[in-house]
Antibody
Framework: QLVQSGAEVKKPGESLKISCKGS????????IGWVRQMPGKGLEWVGI????????RYSPSFQGQVTISADKSINTAYMQWSSLKASDTAMYYC???????????????WGQGTLVTVSS | DIVMTQSPLSLPVTPGEPASISCTSS???????????LDWYMQKPGQSPQLLIY???NRASGVPDRFSGSGSGTHFTLSISRVEAEDVGVYYC???????????FGPGTKVDIK
C-alpha cells in the first residue's frame, strides 16, 4: 500500500515537498515512480527512484524542475519543488514498479494522489 | 522519444457486449528479452490509475479474466470479452521500454455506457 501526503495549496514561488509512504513492501527492492495528471488531462511521467541506492531518473520535461528523493529507512519517497508555478497545479501519484536497465513495467500499486494547487 | 496513440478515444459500450481498444507505438516495444514492454492501466472516475495488463499480455493480480491484452512490436489491443458497468473509465496504454519518458502514456480511451 502507498499512502501519500495530503492536498496542498501554495502560492507561486513557494517551495513544497510531498511524500509517498509504502507499507507491506520491501521498499528497497522496487522502483517508485511519480506521475502527474493536470486537471482534465492524461498521465505523464515525472521521474522514478530506486530507494535501495537512490538511483533517480527524470523525464526530460521535468529535469531541473523537481527533485525526487527517498528515505529507505522509513519507506518513504518524496518529490519537491523549490519554486512553484501555477502550471504545477495537478494531481501527483506515486506508484511501485519493476525496472531493468531503462525499462520499467508493472506499476501495480498506486497512491491515492496528492492534489497540488498553486494560485496567487 | 516513443509516441503512443490509441483508438478510439471515446468508446460507448453496451453491458454484456465485447469491446476493444487499439494502441500503436512509434517504435517497436519488443525487447531483446522477448517481452513486449507495453502495459495497460485503467482509471475509474475520481480514482487512482490501476494496472490491468503488463508486458503486453499478462493480467495483473485481481484483474477479472474478461480483460486480455494482445499484440507485439508496435500494435497492441486491450479486449474486454463482456463489458460490465464497473468497467467505465479511461484506459491508457503505456510504453514501458524507456522509463521515464515523455508521452509514455497514450492519450487515453474513455469508455462509458451507451
Amino acid at each position: 500500500q502507498l499512502v501519500q501526503s495530503g492536498a496542498e495549496v501554495k502560492k507561486p514561488g513557494e517551495s513544497l515537498k510531498i511524500s509517498c509512504k509504502g507499507s507491506g513492501h520491501n521498499f528497497v527492492t522496487y522502483w517508485i515512480g511519480w506521475v502527474r495528471q493536470m486537471p482534465g488531462k492524461g498521465l505523464e511521467w515525472v521521474g522514478i527512484i530506486y530507494p535501495g541506492d537512490s538511483d533517480t531518473r527524470y523525464s526530460p520535461s521535468f529535469q531541473g524542475q523537481v527533485t525526487i528523493s527517498a528515505d529507505k529507512s522509513i519507506n518513504t519517497a518524496y518529490m519537491q519543488w523549490s519554486s512553484l508555478k501555477a502550471s504545477d497545479t495537478a494531481m501527483y501519484y506515486c506508484a511501485v514498479g519493476y525496472c531493468s536497465s531503462t525499462s520499467c513495467s508493472k506499476f501495480d500499486y498506486w497512491g491515492q494522489g496528492t492534489l497540488v494547487t498553486v494560485s496567487s | 522519444d516513443i509516441v503512443m496513440t490509441q483508438s478510439p478515444l471515446s468508446l460507448p459500450v453496451t453491458p454484456g457486449e465485447p469491446a476493444s481498444i487499439s494502441c500503436t507505438s512509434s517504435q517497436s516495444l519488443l525487447h531483446s528479452d522477448g517481452f513486449n514492454y507495453l502495459d495497460w492501466y485503467m482509471q475509474k472516475p475520481g480514482q487512482s490509475p490501476q494496472l490491468l495488463i503488463y508486458l503486453g499480455s499478462n493480467r495483473a493480480s485481481g484483474v477479472p479474466d474478461r480483460f486480455s491484452g494482445s499484440g507485439s512490436g508496435t500494435h497492441f489491443t486491450l479486449s474486454i470479452s463482456r463489458v460490465e458497468a464497473e468497467d467505465v473509465g479511461v484506459y491508457y496504454c503505456m510504453q514501458a521500454l524507456q522509463t521515464p519518458s515523455p508521452n509514455a502514456f497514450g492519450p487515453g480511451t474513455k469508455v462509458d455506457i451507451k
